[in-house]
Each structure stands twice: as C-alpha cells, then as structure tokens.
C-alpha cells in the first residue's frame, strides 16, 4: 500500500502510485503513437478547398482525436452505435487500426469557426475519413473490412498488380452535411489515391439499423444491379453471412430503391463502384453493412473530368498563417 507524504494530499495520483502484479500490464489504452508527419510547423498537406473548407491530412495526435470526437459524436450520439466504458469516458471513437491509418480531414478555417478563444483555435474538424492502404495493412492485421468479408482470395488474385487502400470510418458533422463537403472529401480520396497509385478502393458501407428486412428492397436492388462481377468480388464470411436477395429482380421499384440507399452508398454506385455478395450486421455500431470496391478502372469518366485523371495529381499548397 502506498501512503502519501503529509503535507501532499492535494497531489496523490493514487493512478501513478499502482504497480502491476507480477509483471502483468496495466490494463490501461496504449497512447496513440506519433503519425509521419508531426509537428505545428510543418505545413499540412491539403488535397482541395472550396470556400473557407479545406481537405487536408492529420499531422499531430490532436488531429486525430479531433476526428475521433467527431466518429464519437456522429455514431454513437446521433446514430445507433453501442459505446464501450472506455469510449464512454473518452468520448472518443477510437481503435487499434486508427494508429496505422492515415486520416482524411475537412477542416472549416474561416473566421467564425474560431469562437470565443481565438488563441486557442484550431481548424475545426467537420468531416472524415480513415484510409489504410495495403502496404501498410500488410505489415500489422490486414485490413479492417476483413473481420466481415473474405477479402483474401481477391488480394491474392490482384494485389501483385493492384495496390488497394481500404476506406472507413466516414462521418460529417450535421450541420455541414451538404453537396460541398461531400464534394471536398472525395476531392481528398481521389488525389489522395492518385499520390499513392492505388489500383482499387474497398471498403463497408452501411445502412442504420440492424434489421436488414427494412432495408430489403434496396438491398435487393444492390443484389440484382451493383454485384461486383466475378474477378472483383468478395463474399461475407459464412457465419455472419446475410442474403441481399430478398426480393426477386422483377419485383424490384428501382426507383424507390435508389432513393432509399444511404447517400454514401448511392455516391459511390454513381462514382462506379460495386457491392459484395451478402450483407452483415455490426451490432456494435448497430448498422447493417455492404461492401463496396471501386477499381480505378471501373470511375465514372465524368470524376476525371471534374477531379483529374490518375496521373495528373497537383497538391494544394496550405493557405499562409493555417499552421495549427
């Protein structure tokens, strides 16, 4: 037992007086290690601006937690997402994948997201993205979107001669859920792959809710109208493995059915991308999930015209004084 000097009291941390037993590890989070590029003064690398929001990369540590407050307040205070002990103190959205990720960050620099304490400002962080590319994903547990589907046979088929990066974790703040900020983080996924010759994006997409007979029609119609063809597809892992086709093809109101997917989804399907075979239901973050792969190939040529073709990424130099 550890006593505290008299006279000290006020300053006891009983937290740092504990010892672990025994040589066994505190059963404490490991701090997030330092991203590549940290530091205040070096220049953030920005992929885009419209207006006064900027699409640039997390530098520092306190980037990231900025974006991981902003998981937290998106998916478990307005969405349906189950917080464990840890999350709930922290108030963060947090794993093991975000310390190997790079993060995709829109930040608002205008004036007015400065507040009350402008000499404390930093850009406020209203939208992002988690990006893990598979280089990177190689060297620790592969990528995420492998706890549900079966992504192995198509690394093994492709990965030689298509570099793949995984996307996750996408969130906007409410009040900045429009056409521009959509725009601007696409703008950043697609000079971001460009930079790093990435061949094919993949991911999970989700439509909220853990019932996916509410969602049958849409699902079908994904089923029926977006199935990736044979050389790109990926099956859900057998056990958690659920059946998109649940309404036969000519039963199906596409129209209402398009209208009914979640606007992600619907922006990658006009983007050109396709789904998985069978959808999966993630209790935790209580959604039900598809997977979406976009090759490069596969884009709309209409991206190119508005974003760039592969090979003709230019970075967008930072705004003077927007260090922080």
Request: charge should be positive; aromatic fraction near 10%.
């Amino acid at each position: 037992m550890t006593v505290s000097r008299p006279g000290i009291a006020s300053k006891f941390n009983p937290i740092r007086s504990f010892r672990p037993v025994n040589g066994k590890k505190l059963p404490f989070r490991a701090r997030l290690p330092r991203p590549p590029l940290v530091g205040r003064r070096t220049p953030p690398k920005v992929y885009g601006r419209i207006g006064n929001l900027e699409v640039r990369l997390a530098r520092t540590k306190s980037d990231i937690k900025r974006a991981q407050r902003l998981r937290y307040h998106v998916f478990y205070e307005e969405m349906s997402a189950i917080p464990d002990p840890i999350a709930m103190m922290s108030r963060r959205d947090e794993d093991a994948f975000d310390a190997i990720c790079d993060h995709l960050l829109v930040v608002d620099i205008s004036d007015e997201a400065k507040g009350r304490r402008p000499w404390r400002w930093r850009p406020r962080v209203v939208g992002t993205y988690r990006i893990l590319r598979q280089d990177v994903a190689e060297l620790h547990d592969g990528f995420y979107t492998q706890g549900e589907y079966d992504v192995a046979p198509l690394l093994d088929a492709l990965g030689s001669n298509c570099r793949f990066m995984e996307l996750g974790r996408s969130c906007v703040l409410k009040s900045y859920r429009n056409r521009r900020t959509l725009e601007l983080l696409w703008q950043g996924i697609w000079n971001y792959a460009r930079e790093h010759g990435v061949g094919a994006m993949l991911g999970c997409a989700s439509f909220e809710g853990t019932d996916p007979r509410l969602h049958a029609e849409a699902l079908s119609y994904l089923h029926h109208e977006a199935l990736a063809p044979h050389s790109w597809r990926v099956r859900a892992h057998d056990h958690i493995h659920v059946d998109m086709n649940m309404v036969p093809a000519a039963q199906v109101d596409n129209r209402a059915a398009i209208k009914a997917l979640p606007p992600l989804i619907k922006g990658y399907l006009r983007a050109g991308a396709y789904v998985g075979d069978g959808a999966v239901i993630d209790h935790q973050f209580g959604t039900t999930d598809v997977f979406i792969i976009l090759p490069i190939e596969a884009i709309n040529e209409r991206y190119f015209a508005h974003f760039g073709a592969p090979d003709e990424y230019v970075p967008t130099p930072p705004l003077s004084g927007q260090l922080n």
